[in-house]
């Protein structure tokens, strides 16, 4: 039986050296021999009609290549834009995208033409030299308004501005409802964010001429997806067509599809048989890069007089943009894990999805879940309120208790223990001492606040069994493991790493199963070229899925490794014992044979007849379900009543993701999570003009990304409860910081309004919106 | 049109004819190709594309090439010596100062000044001295954690350098 070893152990990131060094490969650091810059033109209207480009000025600009519209781009880009089918709607509209605009724009940063040019400062300058000649049109901006019959259209061939609307019934809803002594209504908002990673999009595409091959470099999380749909459109083979990502400066989801700008770029390579590189600058990147959230959800909750909770209805409306993004329907998800931690007689949800002249939203950090968190945190604790109970008590009395738990819409929850994390935050943030100071401080007329966030969520996408009838595709996972003849060891995943850490945790993970040094594994990840086909990185999935394919083909390794040990020994194969790596006959551990021995036997000859050489394996994993991680974090904070300011105080987090790989890289993605929910909470809001949909939030400064000073300690904590869903136990960590925080710190602000009669506060609680509550109270 | 610059940067003089509206960043990076420094704002909001100018911390992306003539420039590939990392880059690997790594090199330059007005700063004025720097990864927890364990070796080991070599196997440490 092997010992465990490196599993658990917090070993520094092997990604580390280079990138603290300056040798990273960002995409903006790709550059090829002869290689030209392409510039975007971009709409600068939401909505309008296109009546002619003039681009005679812009061609005869120093250094141009060549000036490209859509009538450009059409015979070279086969189809639109692909929209995954994330579940089955009532009424559904998918209009179709180009890459770029013919003759109407739908949102202000919608591409309608490309310079390129022998470097980027004369492609930028050329592109202010294309003469568009626009006809303005009505923007659609309020998502409520565009439901309304006769509403101005967000592009005109469209027959209304829904996008969807599907209905969720999750049991008697009525007779939930009847049961009830409160019934409590409350809207609740989830303002638009950028998710803003530092390195803005780009792409470099080097089409070869005459050969019809193509290699693109891009900062993606989904490199695989990339080729299907970008080499798809160009008529490019999978085989003839090399995405590479190498490293990747932080997606967050907003680098989860294709963009026009990887069609565009390929094409442009195409049309002017040269490389061609896009940077996309930051202006460009809040213009053009999906959004999160971006939602209105409308709540009625029924609940008994004891706190008992009875029924939940509620209906998301969704703001979409302009046109789906690839994933955008996935956000539905809010729907279906609206109920949280909690037992529910009924639940009955309905999302409709509203087009608006805005760029498209599409999955952030946490896609669906977050929302949900949000709208039951927020609930539960105004029912507290409503009947006068600890926000704990509520929350404890109606945890689910027993695993596996199938929730309303048929959903299986792996494992939990929900009142062991409570009760966990609780002691380390001495809940009582804190209550009783809180008392003292509101004496001397000061305003602190508690606000609890008790989060389940779903993650590991997906299992089959769960994607296929909505979406018609199996989100299984992918690895290759490759043993070299002296026995260093090669992994090849399908999934791309983008801060991560995956090629430390997945080493990790080899080191172990194989039994071989961790400096002897190597992890390749990012380059279609050499990997097996994947569904890439997002929804907290690499490790719980990928991972799990890791192991298979380890397995796969070991049990060949067993029989070239058989072979070896002269030994029957049921008698060949393996022990962290080493081979040999039961009840004889002195003559044992290292990996590395059977792996050069492997490539020599005298192999066991019928044996093919080599050792390695390939395999695909389809998970049996989700994984279900949880939490509770508690933050405490202080409001100034004077100006309206937060400070966080305290912020205590215990999570469990199941077992844990690197704790060191579990600790980091909480940090992150956490930071992005608190900002949403207190500071970020994509802001659009109401009448002409300009963008009010077009740099950093404006829309505001917190520094260091705005960000608070993080006191983390964690229980272990093993995922009986996977041989590694794992769940997943990347969003659960973010799905939990942002209410967290809501529920705390609300706490420390009370005594001037406020119920609820929306995001983001910025110290004008506070000031202005407060003020109004008091009047 | 072109001007002619030339300049010292990580100890190595060079002299090229740039146009005068390039900037420092897209020097370095395509010029000289030093690719280690980052842009991420084009607006001087980030702090991704931090470098030296006589030992003064600037956005190069809010500095014209020329003027950096006749300077001494130190980029994120003038830290490290001889294969041994400068104690600040040894303290954002230990602590787990980044994650993706693109605003990683912004972020070591600035503590690098920053260190350098204050060797002993409280957490206080590490928050200030890097207010000009965005991460969206760390929630800044670590790098807050690197600054100040960086300080504490540079302290303790005056100038001596007590990093280990670059690309030697990483141990396991305690939890």
């Known amino acids: 039986m092997a010992v465990t070893s490196m599993i658990g152990a917090r070993i520094q990131r092997r990604e580390d050296p280079k990138l603290i060094t300056g040798h990273g490969n960002f995409i903006d650091d790709v550059n090829l021999v002869n290689m030209a810059h392409m510039s975007v033109v971009r709409s600068p209207h939401a909505h309008a009609r296109i009546r002619s480009i003039d681009t005679s000025a812009a061609m005869a600009s120093k250094g141009v290549v060549a000036v490209l519209t859509a009538a450009d781009f059409k015979p070279v880009i086969g189809g639109p834009l692909p929209v995954t089918n994330s579940f089955v709607a009532d009424k559904k509209q998918v209009p179709e995208q180009f890459p770029i605009a013919a003759d109407e724009v739908a949102y202000a940063g919608e591409p309608v033409a490309v310079v390129v040019a022998d470097d980027r400062y004369l492609a930028d300058d050329a592109a202010q030299l294309v003469v568009v000649d626009y006809e303005p049109l009505p923007a659609v901006m ?88 970008v080499g798809g459109a160009l008529g490019v083979p999978e085989s003839q067509f090399r995405v590479v990502s190498h490293d990747v400066g932080g997606g967050f989801g907003a680098k989860l599809r294709p963009y026009p700008e990887e069609y565009l770029a390929t094409a442009a390579s195409k049309l002017t048989e040269r490389p061609v590189k896009w940077i996309e600058d930051r202006t460009e990147s809040l213009q053009a890069t999906t959004q999160g959230r971006g939602q209105i959800f409308d709540v009625e909750v029924a609940a008994k007089r004891d706190g008992t909770l009875l029924g939940l209805k509620f209906t998301q409306l969704l703001d979409i943009g302009a046109y789906h993004g690839v994933f955008s329907a996935f956000q539905v998800v809010a729907c279906l894990l609206g109920g949280g931690c909690y037992t529910w007689k009924a639940i009955n949800a309905r999302s409709i999805g509203v087009f608006t002249n805005r760029m498209s939203t599409d999955p952030y950090r946490g896609a669906g879940r977050p929302e949900a968190t949000h709208l039951v945190e927020r609930i539960v604790d105004l029912v507290a309120l409503e009947l006068g109970m600890e926000p704990a008590e509520v929350r404890r009395k109606n945890f689910i208790t027993s695993f596996p738990h199938t929730n309303n819409f048929g959903l299986v929850y792996d494992s939990g223990e929900y009142a062991k994390s409570l009760d966990r935050a609780m002691a380390n943030i001495d809940y009582p001492a804190l209550r009783k ?32 009838p909505a979406a018609g595709i199996a989100l299984v996972e992918s690895s290759m493991v490759r043993v070299h003849p002296t026995g260093s060891v090669t992994v090849s995943v399908g999934t791309h790493s983008h801060g991560q850490g995956h090629e430390t945790t997945f080493a990790q993970i080899v080191a172990d199963t194989l039994g071989v040094p961790y400096d002897s594994v190597e992890i390749r990840h990012g380059d279609t070229g ?12 690499s490790l719980a899925v990928g991972g799990m394919a890791i192991m298979a083909s380890c397995h796969k390794v070991v049990e060949k490794a067993k029989k070239l040990a058989a072979h070896a020994f002269e030994a029957s194969e049921e008698d060949i014992v393996v022990d962290q790596g080493r081979y040999f006959v039961r009840g004889n551990p002195s003559e044992a044979k290292a990996l590395a021995e059977l792996a050069f036997a492997s490539y020599g000859a005298g192999l066991p007849e019928g044996m093919e050489h080599g050792l390695e394996a390939v395999s695909y994993f389809d998970p049996p379900n989700f994984v279900w991680p949880f939490g509770c974090h508690i933050c405490a904070v202080e409001v100034d009543p004077e100006t309206g300011g937060v400070s966080i105080d305290r912020y205590v987090a215990v999570d469990d993701c199941g077992n844990v790989i690197n704790p060191m890289v579990v600790d980091g993605q909480l940090h992150g999570g956490i930071a992005q929910g608190i900002s949403q909470a207190l500071f970020e809001e994509v802001l659009y003009d109401d009448e002409t949909g300009q963008m009010l939030t077009g740099t950093m400064l404006d829309y505001f990304i917190p520094t260091m000073a705005e960000m608070p300690h993080f006191e983390l904590d964690r229980t272990v409860t093993p995922s009986p869903t996977n041989e590694l136990g794992v769940k997943g960590i990347g969003e659960a910081g973010t799905i939990a925080s942002s209410i967290a710190v809501i529920n705390a602000i609300t706490d420390a309004l009370t005594p001037f009669g406020i119920k609820h506060v929306e995001m983001p609680a910025r110290p004008d919106r506070l000031w202005s509550m407060i003020k109004e109270a008091r009047a | 049109m072109t001007q002619s610059v030339a ?55 809010s500095v014209f090439t020329v003027q950096a003539d006749g300077r001494q420039v130190t980029t994120i590939e003038g830290l490290a010596e001889d294969g041994v990392l400068h104690p600040i880059q040894q303290a954002f690997w230990n602590e787990h100062g980044l994650q993706c790594g693109f605003c990683t090199p912004g972020f070591i330059m600035a503590a690098a000044y920053l260190l350098r007005q204050n060797p002993s700063p409280t957490d206080e004025e590490i928050e200030r001295g890097l207010e000009g720097n965005l991460c969206r990864c760390t929630g800044y927890e ?34």
């Open chain 1, 142 to 229: 309020d998502i409520e308004k565009a439901m309304e019959p006769g509403s101005p259209l967000v592009k005109s061939d469209r027959p209304d501005n829904i996008g969807w609307d599907a209905a969720f019934p999750g049991g008697d809803i009525d007779a939930a409802f009847a049961e009830a002594d409160v019934v409590l209504k409350q809207r609740i908002g989830q303002q638009r964010v950028f998710p803003t990673a530092m390195e803005t999009r780009g792409c470099v595409a080097d089409y070869i001429p005459y050969d019809n091959r193509c290699t693109l470099w891009t900062s993606t999380q989904v490199p695989h997806f990339i080729r299907l749909f």
């Open chain 1, 530 to 541: 050499d990997t097996p086909f994947g569904y890439g990185t997002y929804g907290s999935r």
């Open chain 1, 437 to 468: 100071r809180q008392e003292e401080l509101r004496a001397q007329g000061r305003y602190t606040g508690i606000g609890f966030s008790t989060y389940v969520e779903i993650c590991g996408l997906g299992p089959s069994s769960a994607t296929a």
């Open chain 2, 7 to 61: 300049m010292t940067i990580n100890g190595r003089r060079r002299e090229d004819h740039v146009e005068p509206r390039l900037l420092l960043v897209h020097y370095l990076r395509e010029v000289a190709g030093l690719t280690g420094t980052h842009i991420a704002c084009d607006t001087s909001q980030c702090g991704a594309c931090t470098v030296l100018i006589d030992g003064e911390a600037v956005k190069s992306c």
């Open chain 2, 142 to 175: 670590n790098i807050r954690k690197a600054v100040r364990s960086a300080s504490q070796a540079m302290n303790r080991a005056g100038a001596e350098p007590t990093a280990q070599l670059v690309g030697s196997a990483a141990a396991p440490v305690e939890d």
